[in-house]
């Protein structure tokens, strides 16, 4: 695939449209068709055109196009939604020219997800007593619990200083002096080449926090991973936050770090840690871990 988008002639230009100033970047392929690969998707629209350019203006003016097929053969335009390095494949087809158009606006809609799975503990089951309740969607070592918000062993309520989107539970360390959860993600493919040319951003975030004047403690670190796997650079950790932190009031503080995505990264890791420092329970909370792209 990557030897025929090479051998393609490709144009990438930036237009701005004077309508709302979104820097639209269109990168146009010869001879070649894209091909989705997914059963699900196809064509939202198949217009006739007279000619090239008015094809990639219908695509242009659509806000749901992300991708267009313009077969000189029989002067067919087609839209799609998709977005090719995510769902479909390029393949040598003469006479055809694929479009894709990528505005910031659209890729920011893309990137406001949070790819981390159950950061916000509210997948799954929760504690409402003293038993451990292993994060749903988390590696886990130790004892380290999914539970409700007045959860009198965890202690933290719904209540005290933190989120005001915390939903009903949180993570915290419960018996273990020291307790883990982590979990690896890819990154989707559409987003590689912008990661290589070190366009992307990361914002890590979370609310964490203790109890009294414990200085049980939260910290949350992201890693990345290559291809082969291997990490590059250094872990970012947002965290502890102390009872000094706090004034000794039970609650969770936001901590967030931003930096730029090391080019080659193709998945990331999120390890969280829990460590005792006073009592027989592990009081230090975590809950709404969050990680955002942007560019
Ligand atoms: C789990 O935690 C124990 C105690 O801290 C440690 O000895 C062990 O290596 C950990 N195992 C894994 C898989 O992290
Ligand atoms: C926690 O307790 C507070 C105060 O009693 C109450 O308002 C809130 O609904 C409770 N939340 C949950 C999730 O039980
Ligand atoms: C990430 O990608 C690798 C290599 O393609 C694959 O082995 C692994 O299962 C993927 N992990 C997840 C969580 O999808
Ligand atoms: C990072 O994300 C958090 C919430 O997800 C948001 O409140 C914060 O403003 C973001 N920070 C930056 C620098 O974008
Ligand atoms: C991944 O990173 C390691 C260590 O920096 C490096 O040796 C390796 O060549 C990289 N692999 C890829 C596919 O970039
Ligand atoms: C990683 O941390 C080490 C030691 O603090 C520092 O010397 C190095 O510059 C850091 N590397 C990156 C890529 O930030
Ligand atoms: C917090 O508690 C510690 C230990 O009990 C005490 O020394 C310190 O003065 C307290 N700080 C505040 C701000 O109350
Ligand atoms: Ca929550
Ligand atoms: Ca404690």
Redesign the pocket.
Known sequence: MKSILLLSLSIVINQSLAKNSHTIVLSIFYNVRYLCVDPQCSPFTTVVTPSLRSCQSACLINTNCRTAIFDQSNLQCELFIDIVRQYGQMITNENVVTMTAIDNRQLSAISERNWIINGDAETGPCASDSSVISPTDWNHNGTVTQAYYNNTYSTHKSTEPGPSDRGNCHFYGQASSTTTMW????FTSYFYSLIDDQTVRFNFSAWIGGAGNQDDAVEASLMFFN?S?QMIGNATTIGPVRAADRGNVTSLLFRQANGQVPSGT??FEVLVKFTRSSGTYDNGAIDNIVLILNE
């Open positions: 979990q690896k993600q890819n291809q796997n193709r998945s």
